[in-house]
């Protein structure tokens, strides 16, 4: 039990555009997933909280106008990087929360290269 | 943003010694995970502690959870090559998760 998925798990894209990123819970239903990213040999930076039903909370120094989450059902929460630039590459991680028990499960990540 | 310092932050040990993994805070948490990730991989739970002094075992692993939830240890005894990987302690603060570093653990065959 307590499956995370995330799709896609590797993705390269073009300066400027657009990358969407899917994290689902596949067997537990989660009010709340995190959005991590990881540089390498180093550990998770929290991101954001996605928040099914309302609005994300973002760390500090975290753009959300750059950074768009969308939590619109209980199972999946979605990452938009828009206007991605080289700087941004990076290792995207999602987790998914079971209240019950104050655990996050993570999904298997999503490795970002912008050219 | 509640810090967390592991330590250490590299470990290599021939196969069969045992290692331990500190992760320490002036913070108290609600509860304290351990994770382990794999490269290109997500963290993988392996424990969560939730009382002060608790002690959790999981085959050769053992953890503990400080009595006044501020501090953890991982401790692996007749390390094997498969316990080679990323060892994350996080603590659980307002519903969200503080990492430590991570220690990168190396078992030599």
């Known amino acids: 039990g307590a499956v995370v998925s995330q799709h896609p798990s590797w993705v390269i894209c073009k300066s400027g555009t657009s990358v969407k990123i899917e994290c689902r819970s596949l067997?537990?239903?989660?009010?709340?997933m995190f959005w991590y990213r990881q540089f390498p040999k180093q550990s998770l930076m929290l991101m954001a909280t996605s928040n099914e039903g309302s609005k994300a909370t973002y760390e500090q120094g975290v753009e959300k106008d750059k950074f768009l989450i969308n939590h619109a059902s209980l199972t999946l929460s979605t990452l938009t990087v828009t206007s991605a630039h080289p700087e941004d590459s990076s290792f995207y991680i999602c987790?998914?929360?079971?209240?019950?028990?104050?655990?996050?499960?993570f999904g298997p990540g999503t490795r970002l290269t912008v050219l | 943003t509640q810090l967390l310092e592991q330590s250490p932050q590299f470990l290599s040990i021939q196969e069969g010694e045992n290692l331990t993994v500190y992760c320490n805070s002036s913070s108290v948490f609600s509860s304290l995970q351990w994770y382990r990730q794999e490269p290109g991989e997500g963290p993988v739970l392996l424990v969560t502690?939730?009382?002060?002094?608790e002690v959790k075992k999981l085959k050769r692993l053992t953890f503990q959870f400080g009595d006044a939830r501020k501090d953890s240890s991982l401790h692996i005894t007749a390390a094997q090559p498969g316990d080679t990987g990323l060892y994350l302690c996080a603590g659980a603060y307002d519903y969200k998760l503080s990492f430590g570093a991570g220690t990168t653990v190396t078992v030599r065959a």
């Open positions: 502690v939730v009382t002060g002094g």
């Open positions: 067997d537990f239903q989660a009010t709340t």
């Open positions: 987790s998914a929360r079971i209240t019950s028990t104050d655990t996050q499960y």
